[in-house]
């Protein structure tokens, strides 16, 4: 009897990694996709630990530091738009490559900051430059690599960005508690920028790359498309823009961008400054953001899932009232428990109101070269954060408390919502035929049927 179970365990573990060795290599981009995301945004998830520490530790105003954070949304909301394009004539692979080299500088420099001059250098130039290549590209090659299954991909992506970040959090105050600025930094910018590389050499911007066809794609076809050349992409882009600029979708989802980040920033960036204010540590304060990071990853799952079954639309707006609604709990908040509860409860709208984009881009616009699109959402939220983060802080620096600060967090996310409202159905694409505007080369070719 016990040598039976131990052969069925061993044909279980022997199909399981049946399955992992010879999965569709989408899912392996899904998984480089979720690390470089996670390892590559972690700092500015964590931004609101940094607040409290350069507050203590320098003696700079809170104005001053969440300017720098601004900034930095504010440059990579700016260049989005054009590392999407660049991504869609060059390859994402190439431009991920550029913005490694700033990430991995903008942390080493970091360590050597003294001034504040130097945080809005190498924070918010260095890594603001970065940012603006991993934010678009990622998400936009995990969706490239899938014609089905898009929500289940982008919701494994996203939950388990949700998942790094609750543990990442209290690492980095451990880190910066026990160590000084220079160390963590240097430790950080070693070791990040370091697996950031090893992880791009197996990251491919498009199927054709490796001569596969998108996850989905009917197996009855032969021969997978060839990659195309840089110049028939870029006139490809070019005609997909003109059509998508016709649409509604096209210039309303970056308003809902923009004032669900805004929404949110708030929080994320002041939430643990505002309960140092009311009496909690810092090491106490840490886990709002590990709560909200956790309790987002089941919402960061099953929103794209849901958009991809029900329509992007609805439940997009549904959260985007989540989010809102929640941040009323803050104020009755007072103890570490309080903000614990309010955390868990605003991760769910949290993770909800950002991660069902790719979805609606996909029910919009089918498998066209959405980079330059996404990156002028991603353009829409980076102003969002910057604005939020920065309206928390002056409003606070000016009157001492954060209420009115909480009543714009509340009235951006329902503005989101009621933007969503106003938006297309998500049950049809909108511009299906657009590429019967292309030059014939630069059309896709139909593919030829297997014999």
């Given at each position: 009897?016990?040598?039976?179970?131990?052969?069925?365990?061993?044909?279980?573990?022997?199909?399981?990694?049946?399955?992992?060795?010879?999965?569709?290599?989408?899912?392996?981009?899904?998984?480089?996709?979720?690390?470089?995301?996670?390892?590559?945004?972690?700092?500015?998830?964590?931004?609101?630990?940094?607040?409290?520490?350069?507050?203590?530790?320098?003696?700079?105003?809170?104005?001053?530091?969440?300017?720098?954070?601004?900034?930095?949304?504010?440059?990579?909301?700016?260049?989005?738009?054009?590392?999407?394009?660049?991504?869609?004539?060059?390859?994402?692979?190439?431009?991920?490559?550029?913005?490694?080299?700033?990430?991995?500088?903008?942390?080493?420099?970091?360590?050597?900051?003294?001034?504040?001059?130097?945080?809005?250098l190498y924070y918010s130039l260095v890594l603001g430059f970065a940012q603006a290549m991993f934010r678009v590209n990622i998400p936009t090659t995990v969706a490239a690599w899938f014609k089905t299954k898009l929500g289940v991909a982008v919701g494994i992506q996203q939950s388990a960005g949700g998942m790094g970040a609750s543990v990442l959090a209290p690492?980095?105050?451990?880190?910066?508690?026990?160590?000084?600025?220079?160390?963590?930094?240097?430790?950080?910018?070693?070791?990040?920028?370091?697996?950031?590389?090893?992880?791009?050499?197996f990251f491919h911007s498009e199927p054709a790359d490796r001569g596969k066809q998108p996850y989905g794609t009917d197996l009855s076809i032969k021969n997978p498309v060839a990659a195309f050349s840089g110049e028939v992409s870029k006139i490809r882009s070019k005609v997909f823009m003109k059509r998508a600029k016709e649409t509604r979708a096209f210039w309303?989802?970056?308003?809902?961008?923009?004032?669900?980040?805004?929404?949110?920033?708030?929080?994320?960036?002041?939430?643990?400054?505002?309960?140092?204010?009311?009496?909690?540590?810092?090491?106490?304060?840490?886990?709002?953001?590990?709560?909200?990071?956790?309790?987002?990853?089941?919402?960061?799952?099953?929103?794209?899932?849901?958009?991809?079954?029900?329509?992007?639309?609805?439940?997009?707006?549904?959260?985007?009232?989540?989010?809102?609604?929640?941040?009323?709990?803050?104020?009755?908040?007072?103890?570490?428990?309080?903000?614990?509860?309010?955390?868990?409860?605003?991760?769910?709208?949290?993770?909800?109101?950002?991660?069902?984009?790719?979805?609606?881009?996909?029910?919009?616009?089918?498998?066209?070269?959405?980079?330059?699109?996404?990156?002028?959402?991603?353009?829409?939220?980076?102003?969002?954060?910057?604005?939020?983060?920065?309206?928390?802080?002056?409003?606070?620096?000016?009157?001492?408390?954060?209420?009115?600060?909480?009543?714009?967090?509340?009235?951006?996310?329902?503005?989101?919502?009621?933007?969503?409202?106003?938006?297309?159905?998500?049950?049809?694409?909108?511009?299906?035929?657009?590429?019967?505007?292309?030059?014939?080369?630069?059309?896709?070719?139909?593919?030829?049927?297997?014999?």
């Amino acid at each position: 009897m016990q040598s039976r179970l131990c052969l069925a365990e061993q044909n279980m573990a022997s199909r399981a990694a049946h399955s992992v060795v010879h999965a569709h290599y989408a899912w392996y981009i899904v998984a480089l996709g979720t690390t470089l995301q996670l390892t590559t945004n972690f700092v500015s998830q964590a931004y609101a630990i940094l607040v409290v520490v350069m507050k203590d530790n320098f003696g700079w105003s809170l104005t001053a530091i969440v300017l720098a954070y601004a900034i930095r949304n504010m440059i990579g909301a700016v260049l989005s738009p054009w590392a999407g394009s660049m991504g869609d004539r060059y390859g994402a692979k190439k431009i991920m490559l550029v913005g490694a080299v700033c990430f991995t500088g903008g942390l080493m420099l970091l360590a050597t900051i003294t001034e504040i001059w130097q945080l809005f250098l190498y924070y918010s130039l260095v890594l603001g430059f970065a940012q603006a290549m991993f934010r678009v590209n990622i998400p936009t090659t995990v969706a490239a690599w899938f014609k089905t299954k898009l929500g289940v991909a982008v919701g494994i992506q996203q939950s388990a960005g949700g998942m790094g970040a609750s543990v990442l959090a209290p690492g980095l105050a451990v880190l910066l508690t026990q160590t000084d600025w220079q160390t963590a930094f240097l430790l950080i910018g070693a070791g990040g920028g370091a697996f950031v590389f090893l992880m791009l050499a197996f990251f491919h911007s498009e199927p054709a790359d490796r001569g596969k066809q998108p996850y989905g794609t009917d197996l009855s076809i032969k021969n997978p498309v060839a990659a195309f050349s840089g110049e028939v992409s870029k006139i490809r882009s070019k005609v997909f823009m003109k059509r998508a600029k016709e649409t509604r979708a096209f210039w309303i989802l970056p308003l809902v961008h923009h004032l669900g980040c805004a929404g949110h920033a708030i929080v994320i960036v002041h939430g643990v400054n505002y309960a140092t204010t009311k009496g909690v540590s810092l090491e106490a304060a840490t886990f709002i953001i590990s709560i909200y990071s956790f309790t987002s990853i089941g919402s960061r799952f099953l929103v794209p899932v849901l958009a991809d079954r029900l329509g992007a639309k609805g439940v997009m707006a549904f959260f985007y009232l989540l989010q809102g609604l929640s941040v009323l709990m803050l104020f009755w908040t007072a103890e570490a428990w309080q903000f614990y509860l309010f955390a868990g409860v605003f991760g769910i709208g949290f993770g909800g109101e950002m991660s069902a984009f790719l979805v609606a881009n996909r029910q919009y616009y089918g498998m066209g070269p959405v980079r330059t699109v996404f990156g002028i959402q991603s353009m829409g939220a980076g102003f969002g954060m910057a604005i939020g983060g920065l309206i928390g802080s002056v409003i606070y620096d000016a009157f001492g408390s954060y209420d009115l600060a909480w009543v714009f967090s509340i009235v951006a996310s329902l503005g989101g919502m009621a933007a969503i409202l106003t938006m297309e159905s998500t049950k049809q694409e909108l511009i299906p035929d657009w590429e019967k505007d292309l030059p014939l080369d630069a059309q896709t070719p139909a593919p030829a049927a297997a014999d």
